[in-house]
């Protein structure tokens, strides 16, 4: 669906929240699956038992050719349903609890004043998509997981190619064996041979080594640590600093009063949530909701970016006010399925933030806001490049 302004979820959303908000619609496969578009509708899809996240299922609506193939292939617990979800899931939660996760703090700032440190000493401009927001959350992904640095541009070009829903699906069935088979691969057998002090070993010892789990499904733990672990905290930082920089009177809030930061972060999330294609769903029965009956067996789309422009939660919802109460968006899902690494999206994010427009108070865009190019046709929505001065 297109978008007229990039900030905003297709008006075609917009229309269905308001005239049909469960209505089907046509998939780049040519399948046919219904979209949830109301705050309530979707979170009862989402919390909903006979609703099935298992990608296996044949109405399973896949995102791309690439995405299909990479959640058939290569599935985690974010593609399962309980028990096997929770028994997957259990084994990191340890590792993503707010405690662990403020302990990584001061790393999280040496990166951003890093950063930061070198966009100056260059000088304007500088394209902060490449110098800080992708920076930030592929060092802490490197470092959690134990993934060397000098790897960052390989795993970050290959989930590019195969989010992409251009990508054809031999060229996507290529690209994900090189990325899951080839590399990860080889960094799990490292690891099991000479453990470190990283999350990745410390899986492979308490559970692939005693049998709990199996080499396929360690790889495709780690490659959704790995590129989830990055993309979605990348793209929203590049959004929520243009949005800034588009309400002046926003960033002028921020600024002068220092503790709106934590409800910063959550309307920015709120707002640009850049999981545009929504949450993938599978009724498991048949389910009655919003005046229609979704069949056993038919797909689902629960569109969390829609639910989140939703006026009957949200006042006003189409207005980035980051003085609004934001209690209840589901930019990181909803259920049991919820986002296991949000502790360490919400630091990085409030990281970012709370120090980019401190260090630099005058950043502005470099170039016309009309010649910014966006990911309309990625799994996850961003901007493509950011060119900033001071």
Known sequence: MPRTCPFDPPPALRESRAN??????????DQVVWLATRYDDVRSLLSDPRVSADSGHPGFPGQSPGMQLMRK??????????????????????EFTVKRIEQLRPRMQEIVDGCIDAMLAKGPPAEIVEDLTLALPSFMICDLLGVPYEDQDFFQSRASIIASSKTPP?????????LCDGYIG?????????????LLSRVVVA???????SRQDLISMARLLLVAGHETSANT???????LLENPDQLKFLMDDPSLLTNAVEEILRYVDVAHSGRRRTAMADIEIAGVVIRSGEGIIA??????????????????????????????????HQCLGQPLARAELQTVFGTLFRRIPTLRLAVPFSELKFKDDMFVYGVESLPVSW
């Open 20 to 29: 049909n908000p469960l209505t089907r619609v046509r998939l780049w496969n």
């Open 73 to 94: 292939n290569y599935r985690t617990f974010m593609s399962m349903d309980p028990p096997e979800h929770g028994f997957q899931r259990r084994m990191l939660t340890a």
């Open 170 to 178: 031999a060229r996507a069935a290529e690209v994900a064996k090189e």
């Open 186 to 198: 080889d960094l799990i057998d490292r690891k099991n041979t000479n453990p470190q002090d990283d």
């Open 207 to 213: 559970q692939y080594q005693t049998g709990k789990i």
């Open 237 to 243: 930082m590049g959004m929520g600093i243009l949005t």
């Open 303 to 336: 569109h969390n970016p829609s639910a989140n422009r939703d006026v009957r939660m949200f006042e006003d919802a189409d207005r980035f006010d980051i003085r609004r109460n934001t209690s209840g968006h589901v930019a990181f899902g909803y259920g049991v």
